[in-house]
């Protein structure tokens, strides 16, 4: 091709001397007909994605600025990383030197040996991290979001797609929010397994809320073993996709706000018997609106036992939520404001980048 055009690569190491192989395998390239110039990032440590028991990784990204085709740059990585000993004998094995064509400009590309954007990139804290330190300003031409976002999204973490998994996916909202409608509109798309809170079912529930306080370990305890039932890992949803209109931490939030010091540690002992037996969410949904439209909500809904819900009522439960989620590393979350999925027609496009979060092939439907 005649023009150049700004590529990005991800690089990794975790056998030998990694810092070295990297920063000559950068070189190397560099020297390369049709690369006219490399900038590297600064190299990260990070853990092994898949395998603890490997040695960590140091990684780092590349811009590269380049007149060859994506498929002649993709070829000129795997040449390299065979030369500088890389040996392919399985999907997460250590290596000498890994290279990963990250970005070729805004291209978008599908074939059996070559996806670009790298499928997973959106997924990786020590891919995005290099990417943005080299460029602040990239978008990924596939989920049409900013990498800054994205990187948001994983709080520092990092994570593999997982088909033996069971595709769970978890809104977490304030009361009046939306999330059940969400749910329910997510799990028609995707064909999934709806998974709602049985609050018609707590027979606690208007009592505590017309100030049978007594009642409320009952009813919080009532909710945790009704998830609970819904979510275990050695119940009759093992695979497939699963959509929650509930958080199975919210638990916690409801408990703090509801129980007082005796009842709370007492809930806490079932709870923490019960947290380890369920299913991780690989995706949560962060729905997110105004107090004051949450509470309108309530008041259209009108379920008479809701009616006495105040602003600092739901503003307790926003910083419950605030609280876990700034150290939530379990999966991905998506923040998503309310108002962009108020229409059905905002739902398959959610939906389709939701898809990337998920393992499998996807049962869409029109």
């Given at each position: 091709m005649s023009g150049a055009v700004k590529a990005y690569v991800g690089l990794g190491s975790n056998l030998g001397d990694r810092e070295q192989t990297i920063r000559r395998a950068a070189?190397?390239?560099?020297?390369?007909?049709?690369?006219?110039?490399?900038?590297?990032?600064s190299l990260t440590r990070w853990p092994a994605l898949g395998d603890s028991e490997q040695a960590e990784y140091l990684n780092a990204a590349a811009e590269v600025v380049t007149t060859l085709s994506c498929r002649r740059l993709f070829d000129l990585l795997r040449q390299t990383e065979t030369?500088?000993?890389?040996?392919?004998?399985?999907?997460?094995?250590p290596r000498t030197l890994d290279l990963d064509l990250l970005l070729y400009d805004t291209l978008l590309l599908e074939e059996p040996d070559l996806v670009v954007p790298?499928?997973?990139?959106?997924?990786?804290s020590f891919v995005l991290k290099g990417l943005l330190e080299l460029n602040p300003d990239l978008v990924c031409p596939r989920l049409r979001r900013p990498l800054r976002v994205l990187a948001?999204?994983?709080?520092?973490?990092?994570?593999?797609?997982?088909?033996?998994?069971?595709?769970?996916i978890s809104i977490g909202g304030l009361i009046g929010v939306g999330k059940s409608t969400l749910a329910e509109r997510l799990a028609r798309v995707f064909s999934a397994h709806l998974l709602k809170e049985e609050y018609d079912k707590n027979p606690f529930l208007e009592k505590?809320?017309?100030?049978?306080?007594?009642?409320?370990?009952?009813?919080?305890l009532f909710f945790l073993g009704s998830s609970a039932s819904q979510l275990r890992k050695d119940g009759k949803l093992r695979q497939g996709i699963a959509v929650s209109d509930y958080v199975f931490f919210k638990a916690l939030i409801y408990a703090r706000q509801w129980l007082?010091?005796?009842?709370?540690?007492?809930y806490m002992q079932v709870y923490e018997s019960v947290a380890n037996q369920v299913h991780t969410p690989v995706l949560v949904?962060?729905?997110?609106?105004?107090?004051?439209?949450c509470l309108e909500r309530i008041r259209c809904r009108n379920r008479p036992y809701e009616q006495g819900i105040d602003a600092s009522f739901l503003e307790a439960q926003r910083n419950g939520y605030e609280e876990i989620l700034a150290r939530?590393?379990?999966?991905?979350?998506?923040r998503l404001n309310a108002a962009e999925c108020v229409h059905p027609e905002q739902i398959l496009p959610l939906a389709k980048e939701i898809s990337y979060y998920l393992a499998g092939e996807k049962p869409w439907k029109s």
């Open positions: 070189q190397y390239l560099q020297q390369q007909d049709g690369v006219l110039s490399l900038r590297l990032s030369r500088f000993g890389r040996q392919r004998n399985g999907r997460w094995e790298h499928s997973q990139m959106h997924l990786r948001q999204r994983l709080n520092g973490g990092n994570f593999a797609l997982d088909p033996g998994r069971l595709q769970l505590v809320y017309h100030g049978q306080s007594h009642l409320a370990l009952d009813s919080e007082d010091s005796d009842a709370l540690s007492q949904i962060f729905l997110e609106d105004t107090v004051s439209n939530w590393t379990a999966c991905p979350v998506i």
